[in-house]
């Protein structure tokens, strides 16, 4: 097996792939023109250095099924978004309305069901003076305690549609 090398060979390859080969020595171009090794050396090298200053500045387009593809993806996404925006709001005005309707049932209710609790505690059920005594307990609690239902449920119905706001990306 013959030995292909040269003791110039490092030099040479140096001098291309640092971009000096043009003012090279007078003595190591003359050497590089008369020596097969060093000249395949300078041709590969010269490739291999156009290649990657080639590669540096290359831009990579993808292909097109792959832009339509996602601009399709984006489309399907942003009409999903657009949809869905009026019933977030639906949804929102759905919750106050049930809100509203409870309270007013609970309104109109309230007088019967106080009514039907002091019937259920008369003594004529059996029951003793005790238990009308938590029945009026219960039923001021409740009065007490409408507006901090109120509030709980403005929070619940105003919740969403806060959350609706923050989180809009226009």
Not at 30 to 49: G, K, M, P, T, Y
Not at 81 to 89: D, E, G, I, Y
Not at 108 to 125: K, Q, V, Y
């Amino acid at each position: 097996m013959a030995d292909h090398s040269c003791v110039h060979e490092h030099d040479v390859v140096a001098a291309v792939l640092s971009h000096r080969w043009d003012r090279a020595s007078d003595e190591l171009t003359q050497h590089a023109a008369d020596c097969e090794v060093c000249r395949d050396v300078v041709a590969v090298a010269r490739l291999l250095s156009a290649d990657q200053e080639h590669a540096r500045y290359e831009v990579h387009v993808p292909a097109a099924g792959q832009v339509w593809w996602r601009a399709a993806v984006r489309a399907r996404l942003e009409a999903a978004h657009a949809v869905a925006r009026p019933l977030t709001w639906l949804h929102g005005i759905a919750g106050a309305c049930a809100v509203g309707v409870a309270c007013a049932m609970i309104g109109m209710a309230w007088p019967s069901l106080r009514e039907l609790a002091s019937w259920f505690t008369f003594e004529a059920l059996g029951a003793d003076a005790r238990m009308a005594d938590v029945a009026a307990f219960v039923t001021a609690a409740m009065q007490r305690s409408l507006p901090l239902a109120f509030v709980v449920a403005a929070c619940l119905v105003l919740a969403p549609v806060a959350l609706y706001f923050v989180l809009t990306d226009d």
